[in-house]
């Protein structure tokens, strides 16, 4: 003890290697940049100067942005003096981000989420090119760069930077407070690609003295517009649905605070809003605070007032002008263009009252998934905003109604976050969104997972949302009830034609299922005519000119 | 419909009267000002000045360091021009956070946790003076910033600013980011007490441009050292519980990745981690990574390489020359000193493997709270760390053994995050920790609270820690076992005395009720000997001199 403190079977340990790393690798890499700013051309040879083989990187690219240029680069490193890097990143989207499992120059992965890639993926994990350390949601791997899988090595990307550093991500914040966090607080490099490098940026999202090194991209980073639903797709299924949803959830819990998952179901809510909703006199009374991006379909909810706040993970191409012009209802910063962040976003969604969004599979617990056989996906932040908040403790109307609802006297009161799933009972091609097994089982198998991937948990879910009608899983009592309510929404799939007609009668007695007629909703309405905005170009009137939809979705 | 979208009932709406607000307060604010920077002496008039009536304000003040000064100058404003403020904090811990009631200048309250003001805090509330909103966990209030409680105002506390009014916080970061960014990007007014004006702060912790206003306060602000315990005070029985917790729980999960509350119970564990635990050949194996407060009693087990990786939420006092020194250990900046931050810390607790802390009373069915009767109180982080992390989808041999122990082959398999509650079974003053019923149920009651301010509910709980024992609540069938797993460790208490002495030998053969013999302890091992520091001075010398303990800590 005392003095023999420092030193661990006879050695002195040093206790700064972290940084001395840092101090070296910076001397390395500061041969090929003036000040902080290297050249296109030399970052191939700055990402060999400042890696070592084994080091955890992390290059940023959620489901929008991302630091693509570096990204290329990194795949053309050799792999004589890059190689075993440990990926940990939340997306893995483009090629590159493969490449470099090919190419020998990575060996680990640990990563939220993987969208086109996904076959790839699964190739170069059977070859034994790849190891999979495990799949996340964005807090939780977030949450490892503070623990025990923090980067020494990350890339970002940025809309501009000055000659200190100093970034400016304007209205695509996201991901990179983080990332950046995490890895300049612990000796890490942080590599900025940027737009464009300029004298002074219109705001600081990142200190320039947390920056070790900035680029500016031979083109502007890659970014999705990945919230965007064009209204004219939205069937009159969905809008059907959409008035349950309403009528049945919104209404009768008074949900204010919520986060909606993408898809054209929620879109449907967004458009009847200003409508169905406004007729039914819940302007003010519902949908009042979401956390979500900026989804073209909500501006005409905010048109209307209905929409009073919204706090944005990321941003939506072409909304820019409309964010900025609503400074009241979004979060912005003094140059007036958005601040978004996911970390927050996702905090504050979690906290919510509701969430909201749409899957792929449901099996007779209440499991739900959109992993499907072929791919290793991931499910972003789906689980976190879907997942009872438990520590939360603050009332709310929603959230204590809910509560009563689940525990009816049993136990300890306390409240509920309502976890709705919406979904059709077939899906495209016919397929049964309702099974009796889920595709995830098969899948843990194949991939060698150590547990079915599984999106949201039945016992999380407190709702269920069909063509059909609403099961309200907070009212069954034990799992055979909670099987046939979910029988009793699953319309004429298997699953639902297996039901229990009597059991099901008598849960819709106690309003476990509920039926259109039974929340008072008309089924002749649920037509087009319902929606606030029936095309992009009406979304684009109604913002008053200020939404400038990317050309894919323009068709005037 | 389109050219209607910006007028509701005929009238235009104007979008952006938070950014117009935020313009007139800062040109009336500007007035005090050169630049940024306010004299101490005309803070009372630029608070007069930008603070509107309504506004909802927070003042920094988590359990550790305050914006006093500001503080102190809010409850000095004239009630005329300054009032019916909605105070949204984390913390009510200084006499001016209640004096803004008493003097008419506030009257709303969303908080976390009140310490030394909770007996005055019920009285306004029995008063009528005070009216409170809800009380939250930490993370929960900073996502309400970023939804329904967006502050319009704020002041925080910096150890440096420059002229553009760049911050520095040092080691001292906490909550400032999560305070500063809700409403920086939400027209608010950002005024900063800073300890000293410098030409160059050391780094940017807050950009400048974030920032609306700093003073120089007449004098530090206020800190304290909550995370230090004695180690002369650490008891045998604690030693004892600690010497169960590394062998029936640390070492049979393999726990390396944890969050360890405040208290001596876990300060006894941290201080045994060198002795006992690599006795046992440890190293290496728990404890590896650390969501904590740099506590002095951590630091005999980061000198003998126990601990390997600590990201805090804030500092302790003295501990700052030390965790400079242990860069390879703790997050630290270019300057030198640490990074904390409270949301990334809360964060990567949450999704670690296990929470451990202490309570003041369990009831039978596992809730556990620290609330007693006369005090409106709050319980801080302890949720969040102590609740299962549904959210969580990547395995380790922890998160899976436990689940696999929940789960027992029943419906999706899952892991599940270790929660425990270590107590002695009567605590000082001879009370029981065990009770049939809260004293949760009454303070509802007296304080119209919607809930019982319960702590961590049964259904989270894994284990229960006595000096008897360990009740494994996962193996346990029903609530009736649980109740009789609760009584099996609850000693002499009444709860203890009647148990059902045969079922508790049932859930002893099955593992859900465990003492000393049953896990290899041996009670006479459990003497103060085995502590790796018996004394602050032993941390002192283990620290090899660079941890400076503040003066009350000091006895030689």
Known sequence: ????????????????????????????????????????????????????????????????????????????????????????????????????????????????????????????????????????????????????????????????????????????????????????????????????????????????????????????????????????????????????????????????????????????????????????????????????????????????????????????LGMENYVSERSDVFFTGRDGSMRSNRIFCQIAGHYSDLFIGSTLQIDLEGNSSTATLSRITGFGGAPNFGSESRARRHGSESWLMAGREAHRGNGMPRGRKLVVQIVESFREGLSSTFVERLDAWKLQESFGLPLPPVMVYGDDLTHIVTEEGIANLLLCDGPEEREQAIRGVAGYTEVGMARDPEMVRRLRAKGAVSYPEDLGVDKRLATRDLLAARSIKDLVRWSGGLYDPPARFRNW
């Open 1 to 316: 003890m005392g003095d023999s403190g420092t030193a661990i079977d006879g050695a002195v340990r040093d206790w700064g290697t972290l940084r001395e790393r840092y101090c070296a690798r910076m001397q390395r890499g500061a041969a090929l940049a003036k000040d902080k700013v290297v050249a296109p051309d030399d970052v191939v040879a700055l990402l060999e100067a400042v890696i070592e083989p084994g080091d955890r990187l992390c290059i940023e690219g959620n489901n929008q942005k991302h630091a693509d240029f570096l990204a290329e680069c990194l795949a053309e490193v050799s792999p004589e003096r890059v190689h075993d890097l440990h990926i940990i990143q939340s997306n893995i989207a483009l090629a590159p981000h493969l490449d470099v499992f090919e190419r020998g120059i990575a060996e680990r992965l640990d990563f939220c989420y993987s969208g086109p890639q996904g076959l790839r993926l699964s190739r170069l994990v059977k070859e034994g090119r790849l190891k999979v350390g495990a799949i996340h949601t964005y807090l939780e791997l977030y949450g490892r760069y503070f623990c025990d899988l923090t980067p020494n090595v990350s890339f970002i990307a940025a809309d501009a930077a000055d000659h200190e550093g100093n970034l400016y991500t304007g209205p695509n914040t996201e991901d990179t407070p983080a990332i950046v966090e995490a890895t300049a607080f612990k000796s890490g490099i942080l590599i900025a690609q940027v737009n464009r490098i300029v004298d002074r940026v219109p705001r600081v999202d990142v200190p320039g003295d947390w920056v070790s090194f900035v680029v500016e991209a031979p083109r502007p980073y890659y970014i999705e517009p990945i919230f965007t639903r064009d209204p004219a797709a939205i069937t009159e299924v969905q809008i059907l649905m959409a008035m349950m949803v309403i009528r049945g959830i919104y209404e009768k819990y008074g949900v204010a605070r919520l986060n909606h998952g993408i898809g054209f179901d929620t879109a449907a809510i967004e458009l009847i809003l200003p409508t169905y909703a406004a007729d039914l006199g819940l302007r003010g009374k519902i949908c009042k605070y979401m956390s979500v991006n900026p989804c073209p379909t909500l501006i005409p909810a905010i048109e209307s007032g209905f929409v009073e706040g919204i706090h944005c993970a990321g941003s939506e």
